[in-house]
């Protein structure tokens, strides 16, 4: 995970605009979610789980980085997914992943 986006999800926590852990799912299923990060080393059935909701309900996710590095950048132990739910935010951590 880059430096861009490691800053852009830390101002997403301080901001209040980003849910972890069973939260994930619940912001999908309401159409909170505008974009869910998760990260490369989590088990193929917890990847699975997310992807499909996420592709029911239309919304876009990115694979990107390692538990320990998603961990640090929200400042709780032991996350595998997080859900951004700024449009704004969600946009500009895109952006910073493609380039």
């Given at each position: ?32 979610a505008?974009l ?64």
């Amino acid at each position: 995970m880059n430096n861009k986006v490691l800053g852009l999800l830390g101002i997403a926590c301080r901001a209040r605009k980003v849910v972890t852990g069973d939260s994930v799912l619940a912001a999908v299923r309401q159409n909170k979610a505008k974009l869910v990060l998760l990260c490369s080393d989590c088990g193929s059935n917890a990847q699975k789980k997310i992807q499909d909701k996420c592709r029911f309900y239309g919304v876009e996710w990115i694979v990107e980085g390692t538990a320990k590095e998603l961990s640090a950048a929200l400042g709780q132990p032991r996350r595998i997914a997080a859900a951004i739910l700024d449009e704004g935010l969600a946009r500009a951590i895109q952006d910073a992943v493609m380039k």
